[in-house]
Structures are given as structure tokens and as C-alpha cells.
């Protein structure tokens, strides 16, 4: 489960929970590190 740092009080963070299968999570953690590369800000 992913939760946006708002819903604890924390902003610009999110909380990853889980209780699943090991190959479930590492999918889900891919999808998320491809969402964070497609949409990642670029600073100088």
C-alpha cells in the first residue's frame, strides 16, 4: 500500500506498507521507480 506523506502529516513524502508476496513488491516497487523517472523534476 502507498500513502501520500499528508495523509501521516508529512509533506513531499509517502509511506510504502506491505504484506505481500516478495515478487508482488518488487513489481509494484518497479512501477513506482518508473513513475518517479517519468516524472522526476530536472534541477540544476
Known amino acids: 500500500m502507498v500513502l501520500p ?3 501521516l502529516g508529512i509533506e ?3 509511506r510504502i506498507t506491505f ?3 516478495p515478487a508482488k ?3 509494484g516497487l518497479e512501477w ?3 513513475f ?3 516524472h ?3 534541477v540544476n
Open 5 to 7: 506523506g499528508t495523509a
Open 12 to 14: 513531499n513524502w509517502l
Open 19 to 21: 504484506a505481500s508476496d
Open 25 to 27: 513488491l518488487k513489481q
Open 32 to 34: 513506482i521507480k518508473s
Open 36 to 38: 518517479c523517472q517519468r
Open 40 to 42: 522526476k523534476s530536472h
